[in-house]
């Protein structure tokens, strides 16, 4: 396939290091646009994977010997190339987990058992994905905690002025994502976290969508907690990454007890193990977490500013043309998005449109992509979300846009 762009990655070879979008679907060339679901495996992290499960399977921290050895230093690399991806203070400060969702559970679980109290409240927005939704439900209901909404505008920007007056002594945490998973709403979560700060407030930053797009310091954020996930960034299933600052993490007591998180174990009594071993209990997705440092290094040899530059460019260009289509109703159009674009089209239902698509070979997704309370604040069941990555090319937008407009003069 020919690719034209303006930038200055070579996208064919960005391509040629997933072999997975080499193939056909019904018939026609697969075109992946469900990336904001789940990305596809860089061909680096594969190998690495085939490498630990061929070479070095050992379990970790606990053995002698040399395989053992290996997979231990292979694990405590991610751990280390973690806490370089996001500038954290230090790498203790990094604990391993199964995804975002584990993440959020984790510091909902666990910091809110210790510092959530009755009549305290709890802040996020409009635009969270259930897991930054539920767990905070959870906790509230164990402390007697109540859970207040930010309000977003019709573009899906969440309204600043309400998030402030919201702030107030009764602020224990603000938790919001970064970016939006169904509407791709970039939110100023800087400016979030500084005024939540001033109100004395925890803050934590569900990542999971800006990790593969941009650029995440820590220390720059100046957040509490960030939670992301490594099948988002080009990277293996089952493995995720919670930041916490160290005395946050070390007033917290254990999450799940079990072998690894422990000092010493008698019927007497347990001691725990210092951070970040006291969150990681039992035996992790070992070589999952050893390939997802490949992933990172993938991200970082192509440098966050050339990704989103691209992506931007494959948002516009799709912005552009998706106005030919007949019936075409953009969903959330705030003033910086990443590239992810919700929409309907009038006559068509979401789910009839995505099975129309993936006959034509296009895979996006479609539904209330996890944001129920989204979707009833847009008084919609769901849309269509395709959402685009570094592999993804206009040549593929115009298939998309082109498959779209058939589907949509049929019932238009
Ligand atoms: N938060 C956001 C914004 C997401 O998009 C997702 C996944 O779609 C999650 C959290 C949950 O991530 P995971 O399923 O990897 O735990």
Redo the contacts with the bound molecule.
């Keep these: 396939m020919a690719v034209s762009a303006t930038t200055s990655l070579d996208i064919q070879k960005i391509r040629d290091q997933f072999p997975v979008l080499d193939q056909e679907v019904n018939g026609k060339p697969l075109i992946y646009f469900d990336n904001?679901?789940s990305s596809q495996t860089a061909k680096s992290v594969v190998d690495a994977l085939v490498k630990f499960y061929e070479k070095d399977h050992a379990n970790i921290h606990r053995g002698i010997h040399t395989l053992a050895e290996r997979s231990t230093k292979d694990f405590e690399a991610t751990r280390e190339r973690v806490h370089k991806f996001i500038n954290s203070a230090e790498a203790d400060e990094i604990i391993l987990t199964k995804?975002?969702?584990?993440s959020i559970n984790l510091v909902a679980h666990s910091w809110g058992t210790k510092f959530l109290k009755e009549g305290d409240e709890i802040l996020i927005s409009q635009l969270e994905?259930h897991?930054?939704i539920v767990p905070w439900q959870l906790a509230a209901e164990r402390a007697g905690a109540s859970i207040k909404v930010i309000p977003i505008d019709e573009h899906g920007d969440i309204i600043m002025d309400e998030f402030k007056k919201l702030l107030s002594n009764k602020t224990k945490l603000v938790a919001v994502?970064y970016i939006?998973?169904s509407l791709g709403t970039i939110n100023p979560v800087k400016e979030i976290i500084a005024l939540a700060i001033e109100n004395g407030a925890t803050t934590l930053i569900?990542a999971?969508?800006a990790a593969p797009h941009v650029k995440i310091d820590v220390q720059a954020l100046n957040c509490d907690f960030l939670a992301l996930?490594s099948?988002?960034m080009y990277g293996p299933t089952g493995v995720?990454v919670l930041y916490g600052r160290r005395d946050l993490l070390e007033a917290m007591p254990p999450y799940q007890g079990g072998g690894e998180m422990i000092k010493d174990v008698s019927f007497n009594g347990t001691t725990y193990n210092d951070i970040p071993y006291k969150f990681e209990a039992g035996t992790p997705n070992i070589g999952e977490v050893i390939a997802f440092k490949y992933a990172m290094d993938f991200i970082d040899e192509l440098g966050h500013e050339n990704i989103q530059a691209y992506e931007n460019e494959l948002l516009e260009y799709a912005n552009a043309k998706l106005e030919l289509v007949p019936g075409f109703i953009p969903i959330g159009t705030a003033k910086k998005k990443a590239s992810v674009i919700s929409f309907l089209v009038k006559n068509v239902h979401p789910y009839d449109l995505g099975q129309l698509l993936d006959v034509k070979g296009i895979a996006v997704r479609t539904g209330h992509h996890?944001t129920q309370p989204l979707m009833d604040f847009l008084e919609i069941d769901g849309t269509v979300r395709a959402s685009f990555a570094v592999y993804n090319t206009k040549e593929e937008i115009d298939t998309f846009c082109e498959a779209l407009k058939n589907i949509a003069e049929r019932f238009n």
Excluded: F, I, L
């Excluded at 995804?99 to 584990?102: A, F, M, P, Y």
């Design positions: 904001a679901a995804g975002t969702t584990e994905h897991s930054n994502n939006s998973n569900d999971a969508q996930s099948h988002k995720g996890c």
